[in-house]
């Protein structure tokens, strides 16, 4: 609030945190974007996107971690797939962003993930760097 007070301009929080002590945007908990790396083999190629997207909603609800939601009449969880799969379609790689209410390691995540995630071959994977 010091900075606010004195008019000094900080980074964007959404990006990096500027250390200004609040850590949210009026919701009072930490905002965290997180790239998940997972893939798609055999079993499930002809889920549909639409489908998959419901599915991971679902399965992060099971895990008690909580999504951000959009701001607006309709909230929605922040979410956005890379490239969406055709349907027949398998893949080793494949990117989504989601938003979440809290802060997880990346292992954590990806453990957590996969262990509520119906029996299947979509599994999260720790990325390399």
């Known amino acids: 609030m010091k900075k606010a007070k004195q008019s000094v301009t900080t980074p964007n929080c959404r990006q990096k945190c500027a250390g200004c002590g609040v850590k949210s ?75 979440f209410d809290g802060d997880y390691s990346e292992q954590e995540l990806v453990d957590t993930i996969n262990n509520a995630f119906p029996p299947g071959d979509i599994k999260f994977l720790p990325q390399k760097s």
């Open 25 to 99: 945007f009026g919701t009072g908990s930490v905002m965290s974007n997180y790239i998940l790396k997972y893939s798609r083999d055999e079993r499930v190629k002809y889920i549909s996107h639409l489908d998959f997207v419901r599915l991971f909603h679902r399965t992060v609800r099971r895990t008690g971690m909580n999504f951000m939601f959009s701001n607006g009449f309709n909230p929605h969880p922040i979410m956005m797939v890379a490239q969406p799969l055709s349907v027949g379609v398998t893949s080793d790689c494949e990117y989504m962003k989601v938003g």
